[in-house]
Nanobody, 122 residues
Framework: VQLQASGGGLVQAGGSLRLSCAAS????????MAWFRQPPGREREFVAA????????YYLDSVKGRFTISRDNTKETMYLRMNSLKPEDTATYYC????????????????WGQGTLVTVSS
């Protein structure tokens, strides 16, 4: 499975971005997928996850109400809509696929995209 993340960039605080994660090489629609982020100098952290049937979504508390995760299984693509962005959202965002355990754990995911940088200026 190959995952290609895109959509990052520089945005002012309060602005919006939409990240995309395109999958190829396998039918990722069969598995849970997630977004993680890694702020500069910090560890990678969970942001949001979505179950394979889109029936369930999970969010980091600090992004609830601002971020929305979704997926289009017909396009093998996952999205993260980010509104009301804050400087503390600045990080490299990674998409991940095929969770084998907890949605919230880095160790649960088999496949990772290359990351896309989001920078939020104050």
């Amino acid at each position: 499975v190959q995952l290609q993340a895109s959509g990052g960039g520089l945005v002012q605080a309060g602005g919006s971005l939409r990240l995309s994660c395109a999958a190829s090489g396998s039918t990722v629609s069969m598995y849970g997928m997630a977004w993680f982020r890694q702020p500069p100098g910090r560890e990678r952290e969970f942001v949001a996850a979505i179950s394979r049937d889109t029936g369930s979504t999970y969010y980091l508390d600090s992004v609830k109400g601002r971020f929305t995760i979704s997926r289009d299984n017909t396009k093998e693509t996952m999205y993260l809509r980010m509104n009301s962005l804050k400087p503390e959202d600045t990080a490299t965002y990674y998409c991940a696929s095929t969770n084998l355990g907890s949605y919230y754990s880095v160790a649960s995911y088999l496949y990772w995209g290359q990351g896309t940088l989001v920078t939020v200026s104050s």
